[in-house]
């Protein structure tokens, strides 16, 4: 199984700050790499797909980059509704895997 | 709009299965595969399988090895995923998501515990 490890674990930050997550695979996954955000008890939302294309309705703050097996989430400036958690997921070879996730948490 | 509506929690007991659906509405269900990922309490999400709505072929993670099934019902436009054998480490929300550029779309989840 292709492991996906995200860092850091945890991010404590404020409002307007730019916040970088990373993802890095156990090999390559090419640029099969998704983002999703997720809030208390609700389902993820899609926010990146293909390391780097932004989803329909996405804020233009959230980027995504990186091929291979290293890749990064931007969040240009953090608003209040960025904190959430969020996932990396590969979708190039069964079975698909997630991150561990990263919480965006207020300092 | 594509929505994806799931069924009601569910309490089980060791041994048990459960079997949860997943009513899709807004667009042609046969068009889309629709996946089935699991999320147990303050953890990761994990990847269960998915089936071809069109074809009804299937594919599921062996680290269920071989305790879920993924079907469809085309005439109600719903999938199903039935997992047997349930322990209490099968405790978790699940929901189905429709793959087409990622997992764009995704059902409300469903609880089931797994407790004697």
């Known amino acids: 199984d292709i492991q996906m490890t995200q860092s850091p674990s945890t991010l404590s930050t404020s409002v307007g700050d730019r916040v970088t997550i990373t993802c890095r695979a156990s090999q390559t996954i090419y640029n099969w790499l998704a983002w999703y955000r997720q809030k208390p008890g609700k389902a993820p939302k899609l926010l990146i797909s293909k390391a780097s294309t932004l989803e329909s309705g996405v804020p233009s703050r959230f980027s995504g980059s990186g091929s291979g097996t290293e890749f990064t989430l931007t969040i240009s400036s953090l608003q209040p509704d960025d904190f959430a958690t969020y996932y990396c997921?590969?979708?190039?070879?069964?079975?698909?895997?997630f991150g561990q996730g990263t919480k965006v948490e207020i300092k | 709009q594509v929505q994806l509506v799931q069924s009601g929690a569910e309490v089980k007991k060791p041994g048990a299965s459960v079997k949860v659906s997943c009513k899709a509405s807004?667009?042609?269900?046969?068009?889309?595969?629709i996946h089935w990922v699991r999320q147990a309490p303050g953890q990761s999400l994990e990847w269960m399988g998915w089936i071809n709505a069109g074809n009804l072929n299937t594919k599921y993670s062996q680290n269920f090895q071989g305790r879920v099934t993924i079907t469809t019902d085309t005439s109600a436009s719903t999938a199903y995923m039935e997992l047997n054998s349930l322990r209490s480490e099968d405790t978790a929300v699940y929901y189905c998501?429709?793959?087409?550029?990622?997992?764009?779309?995704w059902g409300q989840g469903t609880l089931v515990t797994v407790s004697s």
């Open positions: 998501a429709r793959y087409d550029v990622a997992f764009a779309y």
């Open positions: 807004g667009y042609t269900f046969t068009t889309y595969p």
């Open positions: 997921q590969q979708y190039t070879s069964y079975p698909w895997t």
